[in-house]
T-cell receptor, first 113, second 115 residues
Framework: GENVEQHPSTLSVQEGDSAVIKCTYS??????FPWYKQELGKRPQLIID?????GEKKDQRIAVTLNKTAKHFSLHITETQPEDSAVYFC????????????FGKGTRLSVIA | EPEVTQTPSHQVTQMGQEVILRCVPI?????FYWYRQILGQKVEFLVS????????KSEIFDDQFSVERPDGSNFTLKIRSTKLEDSAMYFC?????????????FGDGTRLSIL
């Protein structure tokens, strides 16, 4: 089945700096890669996603890149702000239908003002 | 923006008792999922539901668990005889009815505490 690895587990950056979180997946059939942000005690909130027919997608300060050959995808946050502090999860489904997501273990991002 | 609604927000139950967690999906969504998250850990898949039947389930979803959509509105997760290790946040997620993977939108979760 699908296996998703996420690194780093914790990340501290100064406000204004960039943050990069990386994930790898195992199932070649995966074609959809969402990123979720989870604040303490809250639900996972979808912040950006990418499909396998594109290599990069950007939405304001956040961007996701995908390398299908290497089976890895990354989240990039630029100009970080204290409110970006949260746990970020990558996920991938094991196939192309509407299948359940397999989540990474999460990255706790701390943005220091 | 439409939301997935879950009730209750917090449930405290004695070990061995039955619990029912409820979810109201986004109105045009037809794919439903239950996930759980043990404190400080990753989100884990339990079960998916489409067209009034289970489409997939994980190893966690054993005979103590069941799901149904009794009234065409609520989507419920029942744990028949709770164990201490069932203590976790339970999230319902739903997605739209299209062929390829669609974004899954999560509810605010139910915090289940087993005593």
């Amino acid at each position: 089945g699908e296996n998703v690895e996420q690194h780093p587990s914790t990340l501290s950056v100064q406000e204004g700096d960039s943050a990069v979180i990386k994930c790898t997946y195992s199932d070649s059939a995966s074609n959809y890669f969402p990123w979720y942000k989870q604040e303490l005690g809250k639900r996972p909130q979808l912040i950006i996603d990418i499909r396998s027919n594109v290599g990069e997608k950007k939405d304001q300060r956040i961007a996701v890149t995908l390398n299908k050959t290497a089976k890895h995808f990354s989240l990039h946050i630029t100009e970080t702000q204290p409110e970006d502090s949260a746990v970020y999860f990558c996920a991938a489904p094991p196939s192309s239908g509407n299948t359940p997501l397999v989540f990474g273990k999460g990255t706790r991002l701390s943005v220091i003002a | 923006e439409p939301e997935v609604t879950q009730t209750p927000s917090h449930q405290v139950t004695q070990m061995g008792q039955e619990v029912i967690l409820r979810c109201v999906p986004i109105s045009n969504h037809l794919y439903f999922y239950w996930y759980r998250q043990i404190l400080g850990q990753k989100v884990e898949f339990l079960v998916s539901f489409y067209n009034n039947e289970i489409s997939e389930k994980s190893e966690i979803f054993d005979d103590q668990f069941s799901v149904e959509r009794p009234d065409g509105s609520n989507f419920t997760l029942k744990i028949r005889s709770t164990k201490l290790e069932d203590s976790a946040m339970y999230f319902c997620a739903t997605s739209a009815p299209l062929n390829s993977n669609q974004p899954q939108h999560f509810g605010d979760g139910t915090r289940l505490s087993i005593l």
